[in-house]
């Protein structure tokens, strides 16, 4: 077959000469690379004191949005959890009582909302899929844990503080996120 | 029908023999697939219906064999019936499809846009036609009507907002029941489905109107949100019912009845029973026969691969049926040893919580892990 590309080499079997078995310039070639990263720019990132800027595209652990008025915006219309590739989204929805106008956007809202961030692949297709601007992938990661329990993320792990009652703490989250 | 009585009716240049009196509707559906004009008020199980949604507009460029000469406007199929050599156009015509996109947007003029709470999102006629027909924008700039809330009693919810006025529960209370309450009240924009006097709709075959109702107008209150349909595993039964057919479609969670409804064919009307009657079922078997005991469970229902209930059912059947190699079953009894038991961490599809058992939709408190809701 005819190469495709001229890069390919033929390989010289013929015997090296002395200078070539003695190694020394070679060995001198390769002390010299060695060398000449001492002066080259660190790429290591020294982690827990120094982090690095995520991507803006990056996609993160899951947050439940809540409007300006700290009312949660999901509805439990289910999208994510079918749009979900892994499965990885349960809920279950209920009717909103009359006195719980204050906490819930819509007349349906989602009473238990999980994320199995064991399953969850973080593609970012719920984020698409949902038509009330509720979840949204953060540019954080899921944290570590010792065990699987740690991982089935509920409502209280997931929803942003209330801009409302909990301002501070809503301002602290965007300031560590951005 | 005598043979004489055949007429030849062409429809998207397919030709058709058809009885007389046989609306183009009808004779498009013999066709079948894409030829069938959409209908969001005809129903042909109910007598009279038709002639008010406008969907289903059709152009017709040969009036019969005598007279040639084209229909000169659109006509509604649903309600006018063929001629011997009739030419129809649906999808062929320019003009028909302009026409059905103007219709889905006055339809969608008043409709709010809460699919994402209504529970009759992924089987709704009217998603589907503006999916179909419909354009993705709307012009309309002005606030849609609202209306004061109507109670129709323990098992019917009505949304008014959500209304077409497509008179199809008006015919069914007329049609099988003894006695109609509801109707449509007043006129214009502001006219309404409600019950004069605020009264429940409690005649025992007045359920049909939630089957019928081609948007989330008339919702069932048993199961009102109490999970979409396209998470649910939608099964044929039947039961021995001294009232109705009893032949329905049970949607399930595991094994617990969510819903129970008619079976409906592929144009979305109730099938008929192998007697060739239409399949109305009872308010005993629609709302009060929540339980897998009270069914003779025939299988699973055949869902169209385009429907997005037919989500996660894979292949057919495939996915409906339990398996019987278990690992407890193929391990000589022992059980495996589980990492984690989900139900242990998971408040979601609580074991103990049987949803299908609550009367009405469920609220916060029931799904604290503390309050055990049994029926």
Not at chain 2, 124 to 148: M, P
Not at chain 2, 198 to 216: A, M, Q, R, T, Y
Request: with cysteine; charged share 25%.
């Amino acid at each position: 077959m005819q190469p495709l590309t001229n890069k390919a080499q033929a390989v010289s079997r013929a015997p090296m000469t002395f200078w070539e078995r003695l190694y020394l310039i070679n060995i001198i070639k390769g002390m010299f690379i060695t060398f000449s990263h001492m002066f080259k720019k660190q790429p290591t990132t020294r982690y827990p004191e120094e982090k690095r800027a995520f991507s803006p595209v990056f996609r993160g652990l899951h947050v439940l949005n809540r409007d300006e008025e700290g009312r949660e915006r999901c509805t439990a219309c289910g999208l994510c959890a079918v749009a979900c590739p892994a499965e990885a989204i349960t809920m279950e929805a209920a009717e909103r009582e009359t006195g719980e106008e204050h906490l819930y956007r819509e007349e349906k809202y989602a009473a238990k909302y999980e994320i199995n961030m064991l399953r969850c692949i973080f593609c970012g297709l719920c984020e698409e899929a949902c038509p009330k601007d509720a979840i949204y992938l953060s540019e954080t990661f899921a944290p570590a844990n010792y065990t699987r329990k740690g991982f089935i993320y509920g409502k209280p792990d997931l929803l942003i503080p209330n801009p409302k009652t909990e301002a501070s703490d809503l301002a602290l989250a965007r300031g560590v996120e951005a | 029908m005598s043979e004489q009585n055949l007429f030849k009716v062409t429809i998207d240049n397919i030709t058709i023999d058809v009885p007389a009196g046989t609306t183009v509707l009808q004779a498009a559906r013999l066709i079948g697939g894409q030829v069938a004009p959409p209908a969001m008020c005809f129903y042909s199980k109910l007598e009279g219906s038709g002639g008010k949604c406008r969907t289903c507009l059709v152009e017709v460029s040969k009036g019969s064999e005598k007279d040639p000469r084209p229909m000169p406007k659109l006509v509604a199929s649903c309600r006018t019936t063929v001629m011997d050599g009739m030419e129809v156009k649906n999808i062929t015509s320019e003009k028909v499809l302009d026409a059905r996109a103007g219709v889905v947007e006055f339809l969608l003029l008043n409709h709010p846009l809460d699919c994402p709470i209504c529970d009759q999102a992924g089987e709704c006629h009217l998603q589907d036609l503006s999916f179909e027909h419909g354009k993705a924008e709307t012009r309309y700039e002005f606030q849609r009507r609202t209306f004061e809330k109507h109670d129709l009693g323990k098992n019917i919810q009505l949304h008014m907002t959500r209304c077409i006025l497509c008179y199809r529960c008006v015919f069914t209370a007329d049609q099988l029941t003894n006695k109609r309450v509801h109707g449509i009240l007043d006129r214009g924009d502001h006219a309404e489905i409600a019950t004069h006097i605020e009264k429940s709709l409690d005649n025992e075959f007045i359920g049909n109107v939630i089957d019928v109702c081609p948007v989330g107008a008339l919702t069932d209150k048993t199961f009102r949100f109490k999970n979409r349909v396209w998470f649910l595993k939608p099964m044929d039964a039947h039961r021995d019912c001294p009232t109705c057919s009893g032949r329905v479609t049970l949607w399930n969670r595991g094994d617990e009845v969510y819903r129970v409804t008619a079976r409906k064919d592929q144009w979305g009307e109730i099938e008929d029973t192998p007697d060739g009657k239409p399949g109305w079922i009872c308010n005993t078997c629609r709302f009060d026969k929540k339980a897998t005991s009270d069914w003779t469970i025939e299988g699973p229902r055949e869902i169209s691969r385009q429907s997005v209930i037919a989500q996660g059912h894979y292949a057919g059947n495939i996915g409906t049926t339990k398996p019987n190699e278990t690992f407890k079953a193929v391990n000589d009894g022992r059980t495996p040893h589980l990492l984690m038991d989900i139900h242990d961490e998971s408040e979601v599809n609580q074991p103990n919580i049987h949803l299908g058992q609550i009367q009405g939709p469920s609220h916060g408190d029931t799904f604290n892990t503390n309050n055990t809701h049994k029926a």
